[in-house]
């Protein structure tokens, strides 16, 4: 489901743009209010339903929410445990919250940050059955900025780290079909509707940022009814590297990520499209979809997708294949977009 990342340990890339960082096209960067809300496994009026209530008192609602797919049982602000001794970290200590699940299949623990000014938020999954997609763990939020087009960069900087990564096949073809899997990675809804034949396009953008085999990364499928698409593809750039899938006892890696790169990458392919009633049409033939100035930024997601069974039609019991269980570490989150165009990205005949 996830790919792609790019690791930068200086100030080259950035000295490619002019302009500053000054624009944050998320919420709260740095996530600094942990008084996270939480998704509750439903959808209203095409968004995730999260629940209102506040998750730490005497904090306002932050406007992160964690979202929950594919789950017997579901995180909730009403099942906090303060200094929680049994998740205890070596390195950032007793977590300041902990929220977790009755059969242990999902956790989110809220640690303070390695310099005390921010946090550290920790997901955990186990298990899971993959029935269209895994159980799906994120943390996400909405675009603060209104229409932040691509034509502008705009960078992605988080800091990772995997604390858990356990993997186990009962046997081979577990192994190969993809029955027991992980995958860390980061998504980003962005949308199009200045086409020909008035088509709107949702793109979820996909970033891995570690995969628990080889062959797990690539992914991509669209599906099209009336003038609306939606397109899920998961994009790598020809120079990247994913963090091996097992734990981490040092610092967590800070990634660097220019999402425009990624959306060229994406639209420099076909983009075959299969609609309701059979028929099969190319995307990327339609005006203006390679135009990035085109391209808006609306939401972003990062955390776990897991499973360990496949469901099978008609099939008495599902039946794990295997043992998976990750657990991944997140900080320092933060999405800029700079000031001034780059003409890479302000092509097609943008203003």
Known sequence: MFVSLILLSSDVEAAKYTGSRDVNVFPDPTMTNPSIRFGNGRVQNNKPAVDPGLSIPNEPNSDWYVAQWGHNQFLSSTKMLPSDRHH??????????????????????IYKSYDKKSFVYELFEQGGL?????????????????????????????????SQAFLHYNNQLAAADGAVLSQVGSGFVMSTSNL????????????????????????????????????????????????????????????????NDYLKAFLSEPILCHGDNGTVRDLGLLNGI???????????????????????????????????KTAVQISNLKVSKISTRNYQYGSCGSP
């Open 88 to 109: 205890s970290d070596t390195t950032l200590g007793i977590p300041l919250y902990t929220f977790n699940t009755i059969d242990d299949e999902s956790r989110l623990s």
């Open 130 to 162: 993959l029935k269209g997609g895994g159980s799906d763990l994120f943390l996400s939020a909405e675009a603060l900025v209104p229409n932040a087009t691509l034509d502008y960069p705009i960078y992605y900087d988080v800091d990772v780290k995997l």
């Open 196 to 259: 020909s034949d008035n088509m709107k396009v949702t793109l979820f953008l996909q970033l891995p940022i570690s995969v628990s085999r080889i062959a797990g990364g690539s992914y991509r499928s669209c599906t099209f009814s009336g003038d609306g698409a939606s397109i899920i593809a998961n994009v790598t750039l020809p120079s990247e590297k994913l963090l091996s899938f097992e734990p981490n006892n040092g610092a967590p890696s800070k990634l660097h990520y220019i999402l």
């Open 290 to 324: 390679h135009c990035l100035h085109n391209w808006s930024l609306n939401g972003m997601y990062i955390g776990i997708e897991s499973e360990d069974s496949i469901w099978i039609a008609r099939s008495p019991s599902v039946i794990p294949q295997g043992k998976i």
